[in-house]
T-cell receptor, first 113, second 113 residues
Framework: EAGVVQSPRYKIIEKKQPVAFWCNPI?????LYWYLQNLGQGPELLIR????????DSQLPKDRFSAERLKGVDSTLKIQPAELGDSAVYLC???????????FGQGTRLTVV | GNSVTQMEGPVTLSEEAFLTINCTYT??????LFWYVQYPGEGLQLLLK?????DKGSNKGFEATYRKETTSFHLEKGSVQVSDSAVYFC????????????FGKGTLLTVNP
């Protein structure tokens, strides 16, 4: 069974440019999470989806970040415009509802220069 | 809300040495507890978990016991290998209805041959 797939693995962009990350969860998983992992820190939740509905986006900086999960499967996280402080690893995870059974993707490492 | 405090590293050991990484938690009730591992350049992988007090989770030679008396979930391994070099995160569910995972800051382990 394929795991959570994220792309790209690495991205380098100049500040003020837009960037997008894509996540394909495990088949059948209705809950999808985006986490932000700063260097030397543990991951922190940005947004959680139940099917196509964003049920918690309280930690998402909405002035520059946006996310969508069309048809309740794949998800895209976008930053526009990117700032130097956005350099981090963006992790996607999915589960069958309960976070205690969440599986993580390999992450996208973003570098903003 | 629920939180974890994890021993900060880095930790450097020689091969076959004994490993302990401390983790204590603050929680309402007795939520499941987790250890995740992140190998260089990779995403998070679930290493082990314990779902109730006095449970022992184990995997790949690693063990952790859920101790409610000391609110701890320390990770141990009797004989580490070079391949165990990674960052280890303690985690537990948090938020209303425990819908997300809250992680410790991570402990970098380096095992030298």
């Amino acid at each position: 069974e394929a795991g959570v797939v994220q792309s790209p693995r690495y991205k380098i962009i100049e500040k003020k440019q837009p960037v997008a990350f894509w996540c394909n969860p495990i088949s059948g998983h209705n809950t999808l999470y985006w986490y932000l992992q700063n260097l030397g820190q543990g991951p922190e939740l940005l947004i959680r989806y139940e099917n196509e509905e964003a049920v918690d986006d309280s930690q998402l900086p909405k002035d520059r970040f946006s996310a969508e999960r069309l048809k309740g499967v794949d998800s895209t996280l976008k930053i526009q415009p990117a700032e130097l402080g956005d350099s981090a690893v963006y992790l996607c995870a999915s589960s069958l509802g309960r976070v205690t059974e969440a599986f993580f993707g390999q992450g996208t490492r973003l570098t903003v220069v | 809300g629920n939180s974890v405090t994890q021993m900060e590293g880095p930790v450097t050991l020689s091969e076959e040495a004994f490993l302990t990484i401390n983790c204590t938690y603050t929680a309402t009730g007795y939520p499941s507890l987790f250890w995740y591992v992140q190998y260089p350049g990779e995403g998070l992988q679930l290493l082990l978990k314990a779902t109730k007090a006095d449970d022992k989770g184990s995997n790949k030679g690693f063990e952790a016991t859920y101790r409610k008396e000391t609110t701890s979930f320390h990770l141990e391994k009797g004989s580490v290998q070079v391949s165990d070099s990674a960052v280890y995160f303690c985690a537990l569910p948090s938020g209303g209805s425990n819908y997300k995972l809250t992680f410790g800051k991570g402990t970098l382990l380096t095992v030298n041959p």
